[in-house]
């Protein structure tokens, strides 16, 4: 997982160095809402201290929610379809060079394995903000 990780690390820094992002939305501490060359292809990434993006999750996010433990992720892999979402739990994880947030993201989960997670972390009804 962490060679999948330099693998990303590296294209996305050599696409940033080049023409920059197409987005950058900080969520909380490290962890932005990026895309590289369309809005559309965004993810969920970690801030490495060079300053360039790790993605945790695969493109193609649409919305978020978080608190002060998580954040949620919510994707549409195929274009036009509302009804068909993948969801992703990423924990909120201190800086530290030995953290790989990766490696404890819950997902992807349908909607029912989704909304039987938030219940089984006790959360209430989750409000999720449309990326635009």
């Known amino acids: 997982m962490r060679g999948l990780a330099l693998i990303i690390l590296v294209c996305i820094s050599s696409s940033v160095t080049s023409c920059g992002l197409a987005k950058d939305k900080q969520i909380v501490g490290k962890y932005h809402i990026v895309a590289v060359d369309i809005p559309e292809d965004a ?5 490495v ?62 909607e029912k394995e989704f909304d039987e997670e938030i219940l089984r972390m006790n959360l209430k009804e989750l409000e999720f903000i449309k990326l635009n």
């Open 43 to 47: 993810c969920l990434a970690y801030e």
């Open 49 to 110: 201290e060079s300053g360039d993006y790790v993605c945790l999750v695969p493109p193609k996010a649409v919305a978020y929610c978080k608190n002060d433990a998580y954040i949620f992720l919510k994707q549409n892999l195929v274009e036009n379809n509302d009804l068909d979402f993948d969801y992703y739990t990423v924990p909120i994880l201190n800086d530290s060079l030995t953290i790989y947030p990766e490696e404890r993201i819950i997902g992807p989960l349908n």
